[in-house]
T-cell receptor, first 113, second 113 residues
Framework: NAGVTQTPKFQVLKTGQSMTLQCAQD?????MSWYRQDPGMGLRLIHY???????DQGEVPNGYNVSRSTTEDFPLRLLSAAPSQTSVYFC????????????FGPGTRLTVL | GNSVTQMEGPVTLSEEAFLTINCTYT??????LFWYVQYPGEGLQLLLK?????DKGSNKGFEATYRKETTSFHLEKGSVQVSDSAVYFC????????????FGKGTLLTVNP
């Protein structure tokens, strides 16, 4: 099992550009989520999904879109990047929404100039 | 809503010293409590968990006890090693259908030889 994989590892964007952060898991997990990690802020939930075709907003959803067309993939889209979106982004998955253990990917470090 | 407050860092210790990282929480109902660890350049990993009052979670020499009366889940280790240098996050998941994780801000631990 590869676990949770994220691409790219690093990305630099200019303000206004769009991009998609990829996340995939091969553990047949139903629950997937995206967090951003900022210094002194811990991890904050952006969007989450309890299964294919179902997504919902977390704590800080503005400026981000998600979709979940398959169980394996949960891409995060930035439609018009802003410097405030400079952060490290983590994708996580768990067997079910209420499962105790979440498995995290290695992260994507995004810089918006 | 749910919240987690953990000890501000950074914490710097010598090898074999005793470690305590304080964590307190606010939640309705009966939350589950977690400690996650993030090693440099990696995603988060579950370190230990406790799902009900008076439970003790333990792993790799680390321990934490779920204290409902003081709403606390302090992380302890009797003798730290250089390899324990990492960022430690306290987190909770609300009970019932409130399954989203709420994280503390993280505590950076550096252990010197």
């Amino acid at each position: 099992n590869a676990g949770v994989t994220q691409t790219p590892k690093f990305q630099v964007l200019k303000t206004g550009q769009s991009m998609t952060l990829q996340c995939a898991q091969d553990m047949n997990h139903e629950y997937m989520s995206w967090y951003r990690q900022d210094p002194g802020m811990g991890l904050r939930l952006i969007h989450y999904s309890v299964g294919a075709g179902i997504t919902d907003q977390g704590e800080v959803p503005n400026g981000y879109n998600v979709s979940r067309s398959t169980t394996e993939d949960f891409p995060l889209r930035l439609l018009s990047a802003a410097p405030s979106q400079t952060s490290v982004y983590f994708c996580a998955s768990s067997r079910l929404a209420g499962a105790d253990t979440q498995y995290f990917g290695p992260g994507t470090r995004l810089t918006v100039l | 809503g749910n919240s987690v407050t953990q000890m501000e860092g950074p914490v710097t210790l010598s090898e074999e010293a005793f470690l305590t990282i304080n964590c307190t929480y606010t939640a309705t109902g009966y939350p589950s409590l977690f400690w996650y660890v993030q090693y440099p350049g990696e995603g988060l990993q579950l370190l230990l968990k406790a799902t009900k009052a008076d439970d003790k979670g333990s792993n790799k020499g680390f321990e934490a006890t779920y204290r409902k009366e003081t709403t606390s889940f302090h992380l302890e280790k009797g003798s730290v090693q250089v390899s324990d240098s990492a960022v430690y996050f306290c987190a909770l998941r609300g009970g019932g259908s409130n399954y989203k994780l709420t994280f503390g801000k993280g505590t950076l631990l550096t252990v010197n030889p």
